[in-house]
C-alpha cells in the first residue's frame, strides 16, 4: 500500500521474482469508469471504490483457496479499505511503502504514461490513514533504493513467518554515583551478557564495555544476519559473513552525537561475482532493521569478497 509514485509496483514486481509469487495489479481491478474519472483528475469516491475493493478481495480469496502465494499492489489509504482487503483473513500481510510528499512528487513529475496526475497527490495524503501497531504492518521507507526496499521486505517476511510475530526485546543498565567516579552495569534480558561500564571505559581506555561498543555489535550482527538471508534469497549459500561495526561518537551542541557506524564485512559465498556480491551488500546495509533505527547517521560500508 501507499500513494500513487510510491512504487508498489515496482516493488511488487521485484518480490514476486524472487518469491515466484502470483503478481496482481490493483489498476486492472478498477471499472472503466473509474479509470476515466482519474485520467480526468477526478478523486474517485468511497462508492466508486466498494466494488473495486471487494473485486481485490476476490482475487485474494482465490488465490488462498488455490493453496498459493501472491502480491497486489493497492493504494488503500484508509482504514476501512484494508479492513475490506484483510479483515480477519490469516497469514496475508500489508507493506506499507513510506514517502513524504516532496519525495514522491518529484517521482510522479517524472513518470509518464500513468493515469494519476501529480496535482492529485496532496489529495492523497489528505486521504491516507497510515496503519497503526494491530494492523501488524511491514513499513518501509521509499527513500531507498527499489532493491533495498526489497530486501527489508523479504527480512520481515522472514522473521514473520507461518504468522509469527517478533517478540519485543530488552536490556537493562543500572549506573550508580556521579558522571565520572560512578559506574554501571548493563546486561541482556535472556541473561545472555552482563558487563561493567564507566565514564573510563566510554571516553577514555578503561576496562569495560560501552553503549557505543554494544551498538556496534547490534549492527555488524544485523548486517550479517541480514546479507545472509538477501544472498539466500538470491540462490546464494554463504559459507561465512564476518562483520564489524565502527560506531563513532563526536561533540556537538554541547553534548555527544553518534554520527557514524562504519561496517566492513568479509564473507565468502560460493558462485557469486564480486558485482553481484557488493549489490547485495548495499541491500543488506540499508535494509537492516538497526541500519534503518540510525536513520540521519551517516553508514558507511566495505565489503569484501573472500576467494573460495
Known amino acids: 500500500m501507499g500513494v500513487s509514485g510510491s512504487g508498489k509496483t515496482t516493488i511488487a514486481v521485484l518480490l514476486a521474482a524472487r518469491l515466484e509469487w502470483a503478481l496482481a495489479d490493483a489498476d486492472s481491478f478498477h471499472s472503466p469508469a473509474n479509470l476515466q474519472k482519474m485520467r480526468g483528475g477526478i478523486p474517485l469516491t468511497d462508492e466508486d471504490r466498494g466494488p473495486w475493493l471487494h473485486a481485490i478481495a476476490a482475487w ?10 501472491g502480491i497486489v499492489t493497492c493504494a488503500a489509504l484508509k482504514r476501512s479499505y484494508r479492513d475490506v482487503l484483510i479483515g480477519g483473513r490469516q497469514n496475508v500481510r500489508l507493506v506499507y511503502l513510506k514517502g513524504d510528499a516532496q519525495l514522491i512528487g518529484q517521482r510522479l513529475a517524472k513518470r509518464h504514461g500513468h493515469f494519476m496526475p501529480a496535482a492529485l497527490l496532496q489529495s492523497q495524503f489528505d486521504t491516507l490513514e497510515e496503519p497503526g501497531p494491530d494492523e501488524n504492518p511491514i513499513i518501509v521507507s521509499v527513500a531507498a533504493e527499489p532493491e533495498a526496499i526489497t530486501a527489508q ?36 534480558g535472556n541473561g545472555a551478557f552482563k558487563a561493567a561500564y564507566s565514564f573510563a571505559s566510554r571516553f577514555e581506555d578503561g576496562k569495560g564495555t560501552n553503549p557505543e561498543e554494544l551498538l556496534g555489535a547490534a549492527h555488524a550482527g544485523c548486517f550479517a544476519m541480514a546479507l545472509s538471508l538477501i544472498l539466500g534469497n538470491a540462490g546464494f549459500k554463504p559459507d561465512y559473513v564476518d562483520a564489524t561495526a565502527h560506531v563513532t561518537v563526536s561533540p556537538q551542541n554541547g553534548g ?53
Not at 60 to 69: C, E, L, N, P, Y
Not at 156 to 165: D, E, H, N, R, Y
Not at 266 to 274: F, H, L, N, Q, S
Open 60 to 69: 485474494i480469496d482465490k488465490t488462498r483457496r488455490a493453496g498459493r502465494r
Open 153 to 188: 521486505v523479504l527480512a520481515a517476511l522472514s522473521s514473520t513467518s507461518k504468522g509469527a510475530v517478533m517478540p519485543t526485546r530488552k536490556a537493562h543498565a543500572r549506573w550508580e554515583g556521579s558522571i565520572k567516579e560512578g559506574k554501571g552495569q548493563v546486561d541482556f
Open 256 to 308: 555527544f552525537k553518534i554520527t557514524k557506524s562504519h561496517l566492513v564485512c568479509e564473507a565468502k559465498v560460493p558462485g557469486i561475482d564480486r558485482a553481484a556480491f557488493t549489490k547485495h551488500a548495499e541491500a543488506a546495509k540499508a535494509g537492516c532493521p538497526v541500519s534503518q533505527a540510525l536513520a540521519g547517521t551517516t553508514i558507511t560500508l566495505d565489503a569484501t569478497l573472500a576467494s573460495s
